[in-house]
Nanobody, 127 residues
């Protein structure tokens, strides 16, 4: 099994930027497609971004498109989410997730498609 630990969350002003990190252990990260999700109080878990095994193919949720960027470093076993032009509605607990997939270019956009999850990191954007 692989363990995922998120970090980098915190309080930021609207319009600011934040980079989240996800560190993996207990497995080879290059064998997983990766994703980021978020969940605000009273809301369903929302898809944010996904990245293929080879780090080339990306897919973003509507709320993240154009503002957020997902990337990975398979040597360091790390996944990142760069968040720019943050808005108050971006406030949520952000989770990274790993999915066992069968291809180097596969991306997964639904929670059910992921096998492992981190415990989350809180992001709060003030207006």
């Amino acid at each position: 099994q692989v363990q995922l630990v998120e970090s980098g969350g915190g309080l930021v002003q609207a319009g600011g930027s934040l980079r989240l990190s996800c560190a993996a252990s207990g497995g080879v990260l290059s064998t997983y497609a990766m994703g980021w999700f978020r969940q605000a109080p009273g809301k369903e878990r929302e898809f944010v971004a996904a990245l293929s095994l080879n780090g080339v193919v990306t897919h973003y949720g509507d709320s993240a498109e154009g503002r957020f960027t997902i990337s990975r470093d398979n040597v360091k076993n790390m996944v990142y989410l760069q968040m720019n032009i943050l808005k108050p509605e971006d406030s949520a607990v952000y989770y990274c997730a790993a999915a066992l997939v069968g291809g180097y270019t596969t991306v997964v956009a639904t929670p059910r498609g992921y096998d492992y999850w981190g415990q989350g990191t809180q992001v709060t954007v003030s207006s």
